[in-house]
């Protein structure tokens, strides 16, 4: 599913949001999220999982083409770790709620 395609299908299932309005609401979120994790800030939905940022060490890697050694810096890296309920519907244990 690309953005174009969640923006469609929220369009649809709200009555009261225009498309154009919907996909404002998409951006503001995604944007949200994007924010929170550049300021180091955890995101959790309950439900869905959280967001989190996790440090990687530098380490010796290799160029694949020469084989010769190189040096991969430190880097912070974003992470999702899904909810217990996310977990479920996609194992096939649990069914999707219907969001009025």
Request: charged share 40%; glycine share 8%; net charge positive.
């Amino acid at each position: 599913m690309t953005k174009t395609d969640l923006i469609e299908r929220v369009s649809i299932k709200t009555s009261i949001l225009t498309k154009k309005q919907t996909e404002i609401v998409v951006n503001i979120l995604f944007d949200s999220i994007k924010e929170a994790l550049a300021e180091g800030d955890k995101i959790e939905i309950r439900g869905f999982g959280s967001f989190r940022i996790r440090s990687r060490r530098n380490r010796e890697g290799r160029n694949p083409k020469t084989g010769q050694t190189v040096e991969v810096p430190d880097k912070k890296v974003p992470f999702f770790k899904a909810g217990k309920e996310l977990k479920e519907l996609v194992d096939g244990k649990a069914e999707m709620k219907e969001v009025s």
